[in-house]
């Protein structure tokens, strides 16, 4: 009973914490100077370009979208500019960073945003 009730809370803590952790803002790719502004629109989490050097990122573009809390991460949609599609993609916010880890089928390539506010 003691094992049951301390899984219970250590998920109940690990589903806070995911919760904490806001991907809102705006957020420097470190990508052709692409700047991301991630807000809350109708109820679901969105991000579109802001500002970009990229020839092919029109501003106000969405490029996230989807974005959900799947098995204690959050999860969604990332558009990629160069190849023209959609990616499943996560987001780990970790104070003025964000690992964004994009997946196209086997292989996986991580990146690194910078929270600008």
């Known amino acids: 009973m003691k094992l049951v009730t301390t899984l219970g809370i250590i998920l109940l803590c690990s589903m806070t914490a995911v919760a904490q952790q806001s991907i809102l ?9 692409t700047v991301i502004e991630v807000k809350e629109v109708k109820g679901k989490i969105e ?31 990332l558009f990629a500019l160069r190849k023209g599609q959609w990616f499943d993609a996560s987001f780990s916010p970790k104070q003025n960073n964000m690992e964004v880890t994009l997946i196209v089928g086997w292989v996986t390539r991580k990146l690194n945003w910078r929270k600008l506010y």
């Open 25 to 33: 803002g705006r957020w420097n790719t470190r990508q052709e100077n």
């Open 47 to 77: 991000g579109r370009i802001v500002a970009s050097d990229h020839a092919k990122a029109p501003i106000g573009m969405l490029l996230l979208k989807d974005i959900h809390i799947e098995e204690l991460q959050m999860k969604g949609k």
